[in-house]
């Protein structure tokens, strides 16, 4: 899995002094200057040797390197495909690679490149980081443009926000599609994208939603009908926002990043689960009063609910949980399919000799029943069998095509406040009770209980548990996942109870 490190050391030094804080960036990155593209250079020939000429030119031979920026390597490709594959097969050989060649590599980023048509690819310089396109630009993660050395002048069919960011032009309102799982979220986009400036229909809007599910596109749609509404928009990922911020400390001219995030109409952050560091969650928490106050519209998109992001501030998660809270669902069989076939039909348009016929694309709809970037795979993947065969898509080959797709679908993610609703109703009490100082027999066993479920089904710590749990201390979560492991190998109606309960939960 590709790793987020973040400019730990950087971030954490905010409240130090400005000067010291520029100095501590420029000593950490200084002694890498001038061997970038060299070092890259050696990587490739590296994975050319391990993997073969074949796999190397088919996934490889497009890589660039963007930029290291402590200790994370910045790797650009020019398509979200390869982008999602190389993430999917390679990623720790990626990895491996550069930690050998680049030195103190303990992470690697992929972003995909947008380059405007006018023009060729801008080469690969050696330098020390992505320089940023403005003094609140910084490198740029994925989904975003990583421009390599100075900042590119925009063309006119270019989409760029207040603060430099170029948007994907692709992602609209128009084409992005319609199902039940997503429908309030649209509707409340929409809403928010026509409003005129100075007002804030929801403010602010929370969208939350596993991955491949659409978010990014509501976002990224926002965005650009606001601005075309004249809006001065500021669109950012959680990592564009954390390196802006360290960026503007390290050339002195943090009062400005401030000022000019205060002076727009919209902001719009994405990922914001990877918002680290408290100098920089402090900044955040300060940008989302001031403009709430100033009656700016704030929209925000996690993978949970914000109550749920453990690692922000509680100020932060208080004020994203009071506006307009919006889940974009899974995507039923029905809205699978009308992506999925949105996707070949923009193919065919390319490629006219092209052509899947609806058994085969209900099929793939019905089978690859994880997100919205898997059907991208699978179209990609029919239409490479297609044209390299040179045979027509049959069932038979869309099976093989896609076979790689096509698994088990993972449980869903079990949140506490779940476990404690169901617990609560099963054995006929209330949630207040579970949370409650009370220690008559009929609470404390539901307790236990779902102490127990939160502890299997969940990544929380005990300390947290117990937090969810009125205020405990971990011990006494201990206790009670200690006694109900020993009472269920010993009482077979309590087992079958509680295995009963984690498939309702999971299910």
Not at 52 to 62: H, L
Not at 220 to 240: C, H, L, N
């Amino acid at each position: 899995m590709f790793e987020r490190q973040e400019t730990v050391e950087a971030i954490e030094a905010v409240a130090a002094p400005l000067p010291l804080v520029a100095a501590t960036i420029t000593e950490t990155i200084a002694p890498l200057q001038g061997s970038l593209g060299e070092a890259w250079d050696r990587v490739r020939r590296r994975l050319r040797a391990e993997l073969g000429e074949d796999v190397f030119s088919s996934w490889f031979a497009r890589v660039e390197i963007g930029g290291l920026v402590d200790s994370v390597a910045y790797l650009t490709v020019p398509t979200r495909f390869l982008k999602s594959w190389l993430e999917a097969h390679y990623a720790e050989r990626l990895q491996v690679n550069c930690q050998a060649e680049l030195g103190a590599v303990n992470g690697v980023i992929l972003s995909v490149r947008q380059v405007s048509r006018d023009s060729a690819p801008a080469p690969v310089r050696e330098t020390v980081a992505v320089r940023p396109r403005s003094a609140v630009a910084a490198p740029a993660a994925a989904s975003t443009e990583v421009r390599h050395g100075e900042a590119a002048t925009p063309c006119e069919r270019d989409i760029v926000d207040a603060c430099g960011t170029l948007l994907d032009r692709r992602l609209t309102f128009e084409n992005f599609i319609v199902g039940k799982s997503n429908q309030l979220a649209f509707a409340a986009a929409e809403r928010i994208a026509a409003a005129p400036a100075g007002s804030t229909p929801y403010n602010p809007l929370y969208l939350h939603a596993g991955v491949g599910l659409g978010k990014t596109h509501l976002l990224q749609a926002i965005a650009q009908e606001a601005r075309r509404q004249g809006k001065r928009v500021a669109y950012f990922t959680a990592d564009r926002f954390m390196y802006g911020f360290v960026a503007a400390l390290k050339s002195q001219t943090a009062l400005a990043f401030k000022e000019k995030l205060r002076g727009i109409d919209l902001l719009v952050v994405d990922d914001v689960q990877f918002i680290q560091g408290k100098s920089i969650q402090q900044e955040f928490g300060h940008t989302i009063n001031a403009l709430i106050d100033a009656g700016k519209q704030i929209v925000v998109a996690g993978d949970r609910l914000a109550n749920d992001l453990e690692a922000l501030d509680e100020r932060i998660r208080s004020r994203l949980g009071g506006g307009l809270v919006v889940e974009v669902g899974d995507l039923d069989e029905t809205l699978r399919g009308k992506i999925l076939g949105g996707r070949l039909a923009a193919l065919h348009a390319a490629h006219p000799n092209f052509h899947v016929n609806p058994d085969v694309v209900a099929y793939v709809a019905c089978v690859v029943a994880t997100n919205g970037r898997d059907l991208d795979g699978a179209a990609n993947r029919l239409l490479a069998h297609a044209t390299l065969s040179g045979q027509a898509v049959t069932l038979e080959t869309a099976e093989a095509a896609i076979r790689d797709l096509v698994r088990t679908r993972e449980p869903r993610r079990v949140k506490i406040e779940d476990i404690q609703k169901l617990v609560a109703t099963r054995y006929n009490v209330s949630r207040a009770d579970i949370l409650s100082e009370r220690r008559t027999a009929a609470v404390v066993k539901p307790r236990q209980i779902a102490m127990y479920l939160s502890k299997a089904l969940t990544p929380r710590s005990l300390p947290e548990i117990g937090r969810r749990f009125g205020g405990r201390d971990h011990t006494t979560v201990l206790h009670a996942v200690r006694k109900i492991e020993k009472q269920i190998t010993e009482d077979r109606l309590l087992h079958d109870e509680v295995d009963l309960l984690k498939r309702m939960l999971q299910e």
